[in-house]
């Protein structure tokens, strides 16, 4: 049976058809989406994000192009999206993990809590997010309202008052 013949059973209802259309190009899906982004489990889930658009475009779907080249269009489009999400520059995640982790060496646990207090409310809550809680610096963006950059700009500005204060104090 031809693709856009499922396409029509699937609009129908088929939940058969949809499971075959799944079968047939799942596994390519997902190695194209994981040569696009490099994670496993993000091609898994980019995988599946490209599924449940494919279904839910179906209505607009004309047959017009082919069913593949649109399958693989949705992925496509995904794929850009996710790199266009900006991820934390691995060179400045690693200065600002050894900004902490030298300011946390140098002082006791009441003297960084005395440094954490010195900040301003959103430069503290991005530091104890980071690395007290260990989040990502996009998690840390989603949890206050900004953007990932915001975020990497408050932890780097926290580490370097941080810094300011303790040397002040010493």
């Given at each position: 049976m031809?693709?856009?013949?499922?396409?029509?059973?699937?609009r129908?209802g088929?939940?058969?058809?949809?499971e075959t259309l799944?079968?047939?190009?799942?596994?390519?899906?997902?190695r194209?989406c994981?040569?696009?982004?490099?994670?496993?489990?993000?091609?898994?889930?980019?995988?599946?994000?490209?599924?449940?658009?494919?279904?839910?475009?179906?209505?607009?779907?004309?047959g017009k192009r082919k069913f593949?080249a649109?399958?693989?269009t949705?992925?496509?489009?995904?794929?850009?999206?996710?790199?266009r999400r900006?991820?934390?520059?691995s060179?400045?995640e690693?200065q600002?993990?050894?900004?902490?982790d030298?300011l946390?060496?140098a002082?006791?646990?009441?003297?960084?809590d005395g440094?954490?207090?010195?900040?301003?409310?959103?430069?503290r809550?991005?530091?104890?997010l980071r690395?007290g809680?260990?989040l990502?610096f996009?998690?840390i963006g989603?949890?206050?309202?900004?953007?990932?950059?915001t975020?990497?700009?408050r932890?780097r500005?926290a580490?370097?008052?941080m810094r300011q204060?303790?040397?002040d104090a010493?």
């Amino acid at each position: 049976m031809g693709d856009d013949d499922l396409v029509e059973r699937i609009r129908l209802g088929d939940e058969a058809a949809a499971e075959t259309l799944v079968r047939r190009y799942y596994t390519a899906i997902l190695r194209y989406c994981l040569h696009r982004c490099g994670s496993g489990e993000r091609a898994e889930d980019l995988t599946q994000e490209t599924f449940l658009r494919l279904f839910r475009s179906l209505p607009g779907y004309t047959g017009k192009r082919k069913f593949r080249a649109f399958l693989y269009t949705i992925a496509e489009r995904l794929c850009i999206d996710e790199s266009r999400r900006m991820r934390p520059c691995s060179l400045e995640e690693q200065q600002l993990a050894a900004e902490y982790d030298e300011l946390r060496r140098a002082e006791d646990r009441a003297e960084i809590d005395g440094l954490l207090e010195a900040l301003p409310p959103e430069q503290r809550t991005a530091v104890l997010l980071r690395y007290g809680e260990q989040l990502s610096f996009q998690e840390i963006g989603s949890v206050m309202g900004c953007s990932l950059r915001t975020a990497q700009s408050r932890v780097r500005w926290a580490l370097k008052k941080m810094r300011q204060v303790r040397d002040d104090a010493g």
